[in-house]
């Protein structure tokens, strides 16, 4: 048995050293490796830096900004902050699909020059360089947005936010480099071609000379925002979203909102799965009080506290069972529910105790909705939605 604990203790201490090396080393290695590349003539594997970079960064991204971001600014922190620092999500998600769509074009920018090189025309590269112009700029104003909490220990690990700019800081490095290699490439492999139309001549000297692309893909910068805002407005996002993903939030340096004050949160596990799931997802009602502490209240929540609140009424020895061992797990558990993503999780697998909760209710209870909609609200509260 000793050997099996033993075994086991090692297989996590492994999982735990190996993860750490793919999250927090490779990254760090990534960048000095694509900096040596940018710097120094003799490249180390470029090609493989680039597509680890390429392949790992949105990957990486996404899932520590999945398990890091927090609420939206016009969402309440809760009290105590889990011993660590809280902050409100550095993008308002309302209009982060503006962002990503941005983000994904200078992917595509960079991709098809990577791919094709000197193959494409010269008006083709200079669209895929503005598309990564667009990308860098975003990616800069990420960064500046972020640098306000740099060396802050989050919620996961020291320097969080610094880790969440260390992908769009390397995508900034490819893109430039790719840039300046295939200005040199077209440069060195072709030659000029006279036109007899004078003015068709005059746009094929322009483009030809690849030293005015960067000019030339800047100007193309601004048809190409519009085109992009034009597709982005028809699938429901604004025209100055690209701006307001930064300036609608808080806590962070473009922050221009303030948020609702935070909420207590005393360890009740539906009490924290309804503040910090997503709200789409664990669909929050209203405010509530609990102890004299004002809380966001959703339905499963509801259901649950009115089945035992019903359970207390008839029968009272289960309700103390029920109850201590509630508070024996519950606040435990509730601990670990400190992201939007685990909270919906959980609300999630308590959906089949919700549904049973509320046959008890209908099938003992008068008038099981109006026990329903008055839990948490006190005498003479009214009811507001969110």
Known sequence: MDVIEDVFEIVTILSVVITALILLVLPLILTILNL???????????NLVDRLIMTLGPIFTVFLFGLWSGKDYNQPLE???????????????WHSPTIVFYAILALIGYGVIRKYRTRLSPIMITISISCMIIGSIIGI??????????????????????????????????FFAITKSIIQEYTEENQEVIYKNTILNKCNLLLHDSKNWPVIAITLMIPILAIATIILILFGQQPSAIIKAFTETSDWLLSQKNSPPPIEVDGHYLCTV????????????????????KIIVNRQLCVANAFEQLIQERMPRIHHFIRSIYDKYGYPLSKHIINPVSADIVYMFMKPLEWLFLVILYLLDRKPEDRIAMQYIPAGMVKVNL
């Open 36 to 46: 040596v590349n940018l710097f120094h003539k003799r490249q180390v594997k470029p």
């Open 79 to 93: 009290l105590p902050f889990m011993d660590t620092i809280e902050w409100h999500t550095p993008l308002a998600s």
């Open 274 to 293: 309804s503040l910090r799931g997503h709200p789409w997802v664990v669909k929050p009602l209203r405010y509530g009080i609990r102890k004299n502490n």
């Open 141 to 174: 104003v990420w960064m500046l947005q972020l640098s306000s909490h740099f060396f802050e220990i989050g919620a996961f690990i020291p320097g969080e936010a610094i880790y969440l700019c260390i992908f769009p800081f390397n995508y900034i490095i490819c």
